[in-house]
């Protein structure tokens, strides 16, 4: 996939903006506070549905404006094309339209807009909690694996029902028929994520090999229950503990991915660039896997990413951004610097100055 082309119209700083990126690196440069990032978090919107940066929804609507529209022609490796657009008012209300007509679920968008986004704060990938790598994992399953989407939006129903139930400390008399929901769901999400990280590994195992040549990494995908255990049997061991704390202390909803170098907890051992150059083989692979399953080419953001690494480092992250040959949005104040480090002629240059943005 590639954005065609791209028009922001009051999203954060911008009045209205049009763009025509190229297919495939596309340099956005400006001074603090231009819009670089907003133009970045514009295209992120439409992949998402919501932004990378804290605050709430109404902060992307331009200030005394009552709406935001983001709008993309996008093409598929296919050559078919398609319009997208997301628009959300001040009270909230949201419209979504894939070639003009109304959409409902921000799932159809994302199928057509396929963003891997990379911040200083991706690090949080490797540094945070478990739920940003389950996240992670199910990006990688919603986009390549379709039946996927079902089984997550039915699980999480089910999630919601079953802990309002142990809230109300109702559950005794229903149990029986939510926890065989519960478990059926929950297994069939453990069982997608179980496929695609075993297939993900090895593409992923091979990209360190070069990144980080000096550690031998390990991947574990815990289920978020009791190993060697079936999820029904789980729920009914934690029972009296979930109706206790009110909610299901066990599920695919407590999923977690362990990462270790050389046996040992990645944060605990590797620097800050190490990890830096973790994440972006681990998002920078995933847009490779789902090229190579689906023929699908993910759109990369990169926001200021090369801050803290070295400059081999930043060789081998410019190199596999470059080498991946899809749609990139490389942010930086200085778009020249950036442009050297890509090494690469085939590069539209746009320069961002107080919410306008022109091509240089
Ligand atoms: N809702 C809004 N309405 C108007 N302006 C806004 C709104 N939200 C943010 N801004 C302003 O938009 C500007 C652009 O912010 P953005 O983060 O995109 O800049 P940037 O070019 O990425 O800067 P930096 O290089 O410092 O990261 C900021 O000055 C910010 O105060």
Redesign the pocket.
């Known amino acids: 996939m590639f954005l065609e082309s791209l028009s922001l119209s009051q999203f954060?700083?911008f009045p209205s903006a049009v763009i025509t990126p190229g297919k495939t690196v596309n340099i956005i440069s400006?001074a603090?506070?231009?819009?670089?990032?907003?133009l970045i978090e514009a295209i992120y919107c439409l992949g998402f549905g919501r932004s990378f940066r804290p605050g709430t929804y109404r902060?992307?609507?331009?200030?005394d404006e009552s709406q935001f529209t983001v709008f993309a022609r996008v093409t598929e490796q296919d050559g078919r094309k398609h319009q997208v657009g997301y628009q959300r008012n001040t009270t909230g209300e949201v419209q979504l339209r894939i070639d003009h007509a109304k959409e409902k679920r921000f799932s159809a968008l994302a199928r057509l807009v396929p963003v891997q986004l990379m911040t200083p704060e991706s690090i949080e990938l490797v540094l945070g909690g478990p739920k940003v790598r389950r996240q992670f994992i199910d990006w990688g399953v919603f986009h390549v694996e379709h039946s996927f989407y079902s089984d997550w939006v039915g699980f999480s129903k089910l999630l919601k029902q079953r802990n309002s139930l142990l809230k109300m400390k109702r559950f005794h008399q229903e149990h029986q028929y939510w926890d065989e929901k519960f478990s059926e769901f929950g297994e069939r999400i453990h069982q997608h994520r179980t496929k695609y990280i075993e297939a993900f590994l090895p593409v992923l195992k091979q990209r360190l090999v070069s990144f980080l040549p000096d550690y031998e990494f390990d991947f574990y995908l815990r289920s978020g229950w009791d190993k060697e255990i079936r999820l029904c049997d789980a729920l009914v061991k934690h029972r009296e503990q979930d109706l206790r704390y009110g909610h299901s202390t066990v599920g695919p909803h407590k999923a977690e991915l362990k990462i270790l170098a050389n046996g040992e907890e990645v944060k605990n051992l590797l620097s800050r660039g190490q990890l830096k150059l973790l994440v972006a083989a681990l998002k920078l692979v995933q847009g490779e896997y789902l090229q190579q399953q689906t023929g699908v080419q993910c759109i990369y953001l990169v926001d200021d990413i090369t801050a803290e690494l070295d400059s081999v480092s930043q060789e081998k992250f410019c190199g596999a951004l470059v080498a991946s040959n899809s749609q990139v949005f490389v942010?930086a104040?200085n778009g020249d610097d950036v442009h050297a480090q890509l090494k690469t002629k085939d590069t539209k240059m746009f320069h961002?100055e107080h919410g306008t943005v022109k091509e240089q």
């Not at 603090?32 to 907003?38: A, L």
């Open positions: 954060r700083n400006g603090n506070g231009s819009g670089k990032t907003s902060q992307l609507i331009r200030n942010s104040i961002v």
